[in-house]
């Protein structure tokens, strides 16, 4: 099977992630859980408006395929579904709050643990078998995650939980294959909607007056919230969750390179190191994918030539 369209959804979706800085950075006079309010709300809205006014086709027969499958079937997909919506908020929710009262560096730190939790929740839940290569590429990713660390056992709590719910929601969505993903993911968005709306009138702040923050929240709710989870779906649906978990660690390095040469922030030689160590754990991890990939392809010309 060729997994080139799916590798290529998953590096696009980390290779965006890896710049939000760019769109954050300009409103972060803005308190942080107002910009959390309204990125979700608008997204929310707009994959709301979409499905209903042109994909109308696409609702009646995702109602029709749950109606279809057994019971059990259909309560533990809609579970997954609204699960994933609960994650997502969960995820957002505790990175905004980790940000504002813990330290932004334990935020930061939370998506360099992110991708080894998701590659043993896959190993350990869904069963995904790991070479000895690729155990080896986690191995590095640990020893990365010990040089990068604060050694503040309260920082590196936070972090867990923060990068606990994305690994879990990584983890749970790759068995809603039958699902619309468009309609799969403006359902989770709503559903995170919902359960915060309850707490906007309380813990927002004054409503923004600037014409420059709804733009900015536009193009936070479209380029890096919308886009970015339906490629991560889609890429589900062809890479293991432990692939994911791995190719991941592209969003930090991105991070890193544009804190350095973008924001000139300064940087030591152990976390340049640790980057490094990232990086190579990255290419070591997908070696045996590649080596079979290329076996496949050389098999094929082979037949073809027959």
């Not at 696009?12 to 308190?31: E, N, R, S």
């Not at 709306?197 to 309380?202: A, D, G």
Request: with cysteine; hydrophobic share 55%.
């Amino acid at each position: 099977m060729n997994n080139t369209k799916y590798y290529a959804a998953a590096i696009t979706a980390f290779v965006i992630w890896g710049f939000f800085g760019f769109v954050l950075k300009p409103i972060d006079h803005y308190p942080s859980l107002d910009i959390l309010f309204y990125r979700v709300f608008v997204a929310g809205g707009i994959m709301a408006t979409v499905n209903i006014l042109i994909r109308p086709r696409i609702i009646r027969e995702t109602r029709a395929l749950l109606l279809e499958m057994p019971r059990p079937q259909r309560i533990k997909t809609i579970v997954q579904v609204l699960g994933g919506g609960v994650l997502l908020m969960a995820n957002w929710f505790f990175f905004i709050y980790v940000m504002n009262h813990v330290s932004i560096k334990a935020a930061s730190f939370a998506y360099i643990l992110c991708p080894i939790l998701t590659t043993l929740l896959a190993s350990f839940l869904l069963k995904e078998k790991l070479s000895l290569t690729q155990w080896f590429a986690v191995g590095l990713s640990v020893l990365s995650c010990a040089i990068l660390s604060t050694h503040k056992f309260t920082d590196l709590l936070y972090s867990l939980i923060v990068a606990l719910s994305y690994a879990l929601y990584l983890v749970t969505q790759p068995k809603n294959n039958r699902l619309d993903k468009f309609l799969t993911l403006a359902v989770q968005i709503a559903f995170s909607a919902l359960l915060l709306l309850p707490f906007y009138p309380e813990y927002r702040g004054a409503i923004p007056t600037e014409t420059s923050f709804y733009v900015f929240i536009f193009i936070i709710a479209v380029v890096y919230t919308i886009i970015p989870l339906l490629l991560n779906l889609y890429a589900l649906k062809g890479l293991k969750s432990s692939v994911m978990g791995i190719l991941l660690y592209i969003n930090p390095l991105i991070n890193f390179i544009v804190a350095i040469g973008y924001y000139k922030e300064p940087i030591d030689g152990l976390q340049t190191i640790a980057y490094l160590i990232i990086l190579f754990s990255v290419v070591i991890f997908n070696l045996d994918i590649l080596k079979k990939r290329n076996r496949s392809l050389n098999a094929l010309k082979e037949r073809s030539s027959l």
